[in-house]
């Protein structure tokens, strides 16, 4: 064996770079150095791209029944909460009964100049922001939206589409063609499991493995199929983000695009790096996905227990987020974002760092380093931002470090202070570096990170010797 003292090649390793996200496709050697093999309770910065623990969760209220459905009407700025089927509205605290829904399905919602419309399986359904009422005539209906003044409703389990008459959520009269059908997919032997609006065109799920695109305005109706052995795994796995779908099949997490050269859509897969796990833990009656702009996220759902796997779209990267209870619903106005979590409601706060006075745990394990040599680790240097106090556990294989997590001051724009007066800085800046000068042997190097507090995460320094 070479003793260290006689080999002064001093080298650094660094993990300051994070952009690459979850990697569980391949072992943790293998990974990119940018990606980590676990990354629970982390998320990155939409405007930086800086990862920090998530955000915690602050208690706005409770029901009797588990939360199943949220909606933001922004015409009608009232939070919509369903439980048991029942219909809520929530104010400062408050949860105010308006009625029932018409079916028994998880409802799907959509805005009609000053009302939102609700389609739970049942006859659609209005709601004004006062009274909700059910629209005699409306076809059943567990998808809605709008396409060009008129109102487009479908069915799980059909092969139709419909639309009401123009401008008239109440017009459901098809013999005079007031009202519209459409059969999507003629003989093909499938049925409607999903449907989404892809800027003006209508994308449609099959549960035969087929994907339809429709375009245009009656009476210029052209249907595409656009995939094959490829669809959506239930109603509420796919959502829309701009100008592309994301949604879980029975393969994993993919996406439906233009491709810019033809003007077509095409299947492709964003989950590579997680795909494998997902499908393993997917249960098709639990699945769910929820788009969150404001964060630049999707979440995943995948099956029955308290994980939710967050896709940051910006970046292109993969976390996974833990809570206390089974994630159903997420919904989120101008300023916030509220999460459902069993039957509580909570707002998700970027200023609190516990959800609801419970200590967040994050962990992260980067990629897996060998050599040729064991590694003897010489120093080491931790640096973060401080959001709250807490502390931080790094474990090298055998070798335990424990950090005080130490919080950042006050900002000026944070407090009541006269500004003559306010010596506290304009803007947060909190850096804080941690050296441990060590001397222990390790056969590889795969830093394993626990954060109980909340930090940005600035990088994770260490000087080794190969001995």
Known sequence: MRISSKHPATKTIQFIDFSGGLNLAVPPEVIANNE???????????SSGVLKTRDGLEKLGELANPIDSMYYGRNIQQLLVVSDNQLYKYSTGTF???????????????????????????????????TLTTIAGAPNSDYVNVQYGRVIVSQEG???????????????DFTSNKALMLEVGYKDGGNIIAVQMLSRDIVVFKDNGRIYRVVGPYPDWVVYE?????????????????????????????????????????????GDKINKWIVKNTMKDYA?????????????????????????????????????????ALAEDAYNLYVAL???????????????????????????LFSNF????????????????????????????NITIQKGGDIAYSDNDIAYLDNDPVVFYNRHESQKRTNFRTPYLQPEIVVIGAIRFLGLIIEIVEV
């Open 288 to 328: 769910r996905l929820w788009h969150s702009k404001r964060k630049g996220q999707v979440w995943i759902r995948a099956q029955d227990d308290k994980f939710v796997y967050v896709y940051h779209y910006l970046l292109n990267a993969w976390t996974i987020f833990y809570f206390k209870d089974q994630c159903n």
């Open 226 to 270: 656009v995939a094959n052995k490829v669809s959506g795994l239930s109603r509420l796995s796919t959502t829309s983000i701009g100008d592309y779908l994301v949604f879980l099949d029975s393969d994993g997490v993919k996406t439906l695009q233009t491709v810019m050269e033809y003007g077509d859509l095409r299947a492709t897969s964003i």
């Open 96 to 130: 105010t009964l308006i009625g029932s829904l018409s079916g028994t399905k998880t409802p799907i919602y959509c805005e009609w100049e000053n009302k939102v419309l609700i389609a739970s399986g049942g006859a659609l359904q209005s709601y004004d922001g006062t």
């Open 374 to 401: 064991p590694f003897l680790v010489k120093k080491i240097k931790f640096a973060y931002e401080g959001l709250e106090d807490g502390s931080v556990n790094i474990q090298i294989n055998n070798y335990y470090r």
């Open 158 to 172: 059909s092969d139709y589409l419909y639309w009401s008459g123009v401008g008239d959520e109440t017009q459901w």
């Open 342 to 368: 069993g039957n509580i409601l909570y707002k998700m706060n970027d200023l609190i760092h516990t959800d609801d006075g419970e200590s967040i745990q994050s962990r992260l394990i980067t990629k897996r």
């Open 36 to 46: 980590c093999v676990a990354l629970y309770n982390f998320e990155f910065e939409p």
